[in-house]
């Protein structure tokens, strides 16, 4: 295979259409995934004295940076929405009140703590520690 076999397959690749979504296949996928995984086999390929030299090196995609349209995070005012929508958050007719705690409790414990949702909901009390903490 030689290089300008590198080049022809990531052209195609790139005009193609990804069934999934109907868009155009991500240059960041042929880039990290596509090339990336021809690079490692041919580098493979190379060290096992199967080929001279790697056709796939040094053959990428430049990608531009997503423009930011605003800052990463919640304003203020959303914060403040979610956190209210949460303190009044009630469990439905089914009566999950496990559930509803954690959909109470979990936006604000993330809010104190800067923890993700995901951590949060998956600790268990063994993980959770009092520290300084006073009865009555």
């Known amino acids: 295979m030689a290089r300008e076999d590198v080049v022809r397959f990531?052209?195609?690749h790139l005009a193609e259409i990804n069934p999934?979504?109907?868009?155009?296949v991500s240059p960041k996928t042929v880039n990290d995934s596509d090339l990336t995984g021809l690079k490692m086999v041919f580098g493979w390929a190379v060290k096992k004295r199967k080929l001279s030299s790697n056709p796939?090196?040094?053959?990428?995609i430049a990608i531009a940076e997503k423009i930011r349209t605003r800052a990463k995070g919640f304003t203020d005012a959303e914060a403040a929405s979610v956190l209210n929508r949460s303190l009044h958050y009630k469990a439905g007719k089914a009566g999950?009140?496990?559930t509803a705690a954690a959909?109470?409790?979990a936006p604000w414990l993330c809010a104190y703590t800067g923890a993700h949702v995901g951590e949060m909901v998956q600790l268990r009390k063994q993980d959770v520690r009092r520290?300084?903490?006073r009865e009555g």
């Open 96 to 98: 999950y009140e496990k």
């Open 10 to 12: 990531k052209d195609a």
């Open 20 to 24: 999934r979504t109907g868009k155009p």
């Open 103 to 105: 959909k109470r409790w």
């Open 56 to 60: 796939a090196a040094g053959i990428s």
């Open 131 to 133: 520290e300084g903490w």
